[in-house]
T-cell receptor, first 112, second 117 residues
Framework: DQQVKQNSPSLSVQEGRISILNCDYT??????FLWYKKYPAEGPTFLIS?????DKNEDGRFTVFLNKSAKHLSLHIVPSQPGDSAVYFC???????????FGKGTRLSVIA | DSGVTQTPKHLITATGQRVTLRCSPR?????VYWYQQSLDQGLQFLIQ???????AKGNILERFSAQQFPDLHSELNLSSLELGDSALYFC????????????????FGEGSRLTVL
């Protein structure tokens, strides 16, 4: 049973436009959510996170929105750049030093 | 560079064999996590160690085992290998607890790609 779901395996966006990546979760006990980016032949790298007590967190071109009632979060990238082309993983964690639960990832392609 | 080192980067072996994957966490990180990424699958959590002790267990097969040594490096042992064990195996490390000073994110190594023929 997948607790973290990314229903879009891939997404294609034109350079300069907004990229919106979506993630749904089923466990209402998750209290921390993170996004990771992964390039080929590299390990995932942390991008941005949000605590369950917030509904938005922004870091430069990246903004994460959390809708707890819908158990949904999204990552917005504005403006999208070709270097953003990668696989994006959504992850969630319970409180404390617990393992992250990852979704299957969404491959973003930003077309110049 | 995340500071997490994994060896070997690539490994090709035959069914029925046994391999050991090694991970050195970031300096100062006490927690080590092992994840498996198979084709078209997300990162599946296998096992977590904290300061030498097993902390959490995920979908780890009985044929797999791990340990964390006093110097905090960790090894993942995979035995009686099957074709389906072919995957990328990632090690990650983190500080002990999540606090206002850190977001609790994991720092991943580049992974060990295992191919079982």
């Amino acid at each position: 049973d997948q607790q973290v779901k990314q229903n879009s395996p891939s997404l294609s966006v034109q350079e300069g436009r907004i990229s919106i990546l979506n993630c749904d979760y089923t466990n209402s006990m998750f209290d921390y959510f993170l996004w990771y980016k992964k390039y080929p032949a590299e390990g995932p790298t942390f991008l941005i996170s949000i605590s369950s007590i917030k509904d938005k967190n922004e870091d430069g071109r990246f903004t994460v929105f959390l809708n707890k009632s819908a158990k949904h979060l999204s990552l917005h990238i504005v403006p999208s750049q070709p270097g953003d082309s990668a696989v994006y993983f959504c992850a969630a964690a319970l409180s404390g030093n617990t393992p992250l639960v990852f979704g299957k990832g969404t491959r973003l392609s930003v077309i110049a | 560079d995340s500071g997490v080192t994994q060896t070997p980067k690539h490994l090709i072996t035959a069914t029925g064999q046994r391999v050991t994957l090694r991970c050195s966490p970031r300096s100062g990180d006490l927690s080590v996590y092992w994840y498996q990424q198979s084709l078209d699958q997300g990162l599946q959590f296998l096992i977590q160690y904290y300061n030498g002790e097993e902390r959490a267990k995920g979908n780890i097969l009985e044929r797999f085992s791990a340990q964390q040594f006093p110097d905090l490096h960790s090894e993942l042992n995979l035995s009686s290998l099957e074709l389906g064990d072919s995957a990328l195996y990632f090690c990650a490390s983190s500080v002990a607890t999540r606090s206002a000073k850190n977001t609790g994110e994991l720092f991943f190594g580049e992974g060990s790609r295992l191919t079982v023929l």
